[in-house]
């Protein structure tokens, strides 16, 4: 199991983003500074698995995570 890391701040990155026809990078501080976020990842993204079990209890839980200023 993971362990917490509420109340702690996104680690410094940078990710080559796609905006137009250009890539821009963009930095977790240009993301996340000043918001308090939830960071998630899925063991295999886009796979039905994922798209069919994972990912929706994530978007059920949108309103209670909306709820406590996420």
């Not at 899925?42 to 709820?67: D, I, Q």
Request: net charge neutral; proline share 9%.
């Amino acid at each position: 199991m993971f362990v917490s890391k509420e109340g702690q701040n996104v680690p410094q990155v940078t990710f080559p983003t796609r905006q137009g026809d250009t890539w821009v990078n963009v930095t977790s501080d240009d993301l996340f500074k000043g918001k308090t976020v939830i960071v998630f990842s899925l063991p295999g993204a886009f796979t039905p698995t994922c798209s069919s079990s994972h990912l929706p209890r994530y978007n059920e839980l949108f309103p209670v995570f909306k709820e406590h200023g996420v």
